[in-house]
């Protein structure tokens, strides 16, 4: 049996000292309950998804409600989530209706015949599949009050997870790009680049600016270092240096390998994230320190 473990992150970017608690708690809670989830005996998948679903749900992130609006003043979300046991996936971009996209993400994920649906077409799953549509309105969240957004991409939410049976998952939900070009999609969704998982090696979420990270599709890369044998946190470290030294990119990656051990990296002046030590403590804060 494996020891099972959890991470979570909620963006990385600069994060203003007035929010930063607001962003170390919602990465606090998700952790915790992403954790409930594994120690009721539950798998990753369901652990990732629970984790999410309470970064979608706080105002504070750039997921599910509090998105930012695009440039025509509406909320279009992307998600994806995967399992490493087969390499099942399921994504989701330019959603507008949907409360948890990455609910959504997961439906997908379970059916053999889909890995990625944008757009209306998503939204006339979510109905058949028993997700009930929102008013728009229910997806407004702090960003939207008084007209504030920041200049950089911001608070994309993510989760990693490894089980007791040694299964691995990863699940990725934003709101995108600020004021960003109406039918933008960034990185977040796409497979290899938002998120990757495989049993045979780690799991990996990205945060950051889209356009730059899914030229370096930077969550396979994080696997594949770490199937070559490079540490987690070195693993981590490597593509976000990789980034900037290759497209002048910035970002950040959280990563679990095959035993649970913790990656994460940025070259952002903050990135929130939460995790779960061996002895079952959570760990969170706003920024790491290549130390
Ligand atoms: N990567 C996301 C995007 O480009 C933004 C973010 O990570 O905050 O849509």
């Excluded at 039918?183 to 495989?198: E, M, T």
């Excluded at 990135?271 to 002895?279: C, G, K, L, N, V």
Aim: glycine share 12%.
């Amino acid at each position: 049996m494996t020891h099972p473990s959890l991470i979570v992150h909620g963006g990385a970017w600069f994060i203003p000292p007035d929010l930063r608690t607001a962003y170390i708690a919602g990465c606090r809670e998700a952790a915790r309950e992403g954790w409930a989830v594994l120690q009721a005996g539950a798998s990753a998948l369901d652990a990732v998804e629970a984790a999410v679903r309470v970064l979608e749900d706080d105002p504070t992130f750039d997921a599910g409600r509090g998105s930012y609006f695009n440039q025509a003043g509406a909320v279009e979300m992307d998600a994806i989530i995967m399992d490493g046991r087969a390499l099942n996936l399921g994504a989701v971009a330019a959603v507008q209706r949907v409360r948890h996209p990455i609910s959504l993400a997961r439906r997908i994920l379970m059916r053999a015949d889909l890995n990625f649906v944008v757009g209306r077409g998503a939204e006339a799953l979510a109905q058949e599949v028993g997700l009930p549509l929102c008013d728009p309105a229910e997806l407004l969240g702090k960003h939207d009050t008084g007209g504030w957004a920041p200049p950089l991409p911001a608070d994309t939410v993510g989760a990693v997870a490894l089980d007791a049976r040694g299964d691995l998952a990863v699940a990725t939900s934003t709101g995108g790009t600020p004021d960003k070009w109406p039918g933008r999609v960034g990185d977040s969704p796409l497979v290899g680049c938002g998120a990757y998982a495989d049993n045979h090696s780690g799991a990996a979420s990205a945060t950051g600016s889209g356009e730059m990270l899914m030229r370096i599709v930077p969550s396979k890369m994080a696997c594949d270092l770490l199937a070559a044998g490079t540490p987690a946190m070195a693993a981590a470290r490597a593509v976000i240096r990789y980034l900037h030294a290759r497209v002048g990119g910035y970002g950040g990656l959280i990563l679990l390998d095959r035993e649970g051990h913790v990656g994460l990296a940025h070259n952002t002046p903050n990135m929130s994230y939460a995790y779960i030590t061996p002895e079952g403590e959570i760990v969170a804060g706003a920024e790491v320190s290549e130390t």
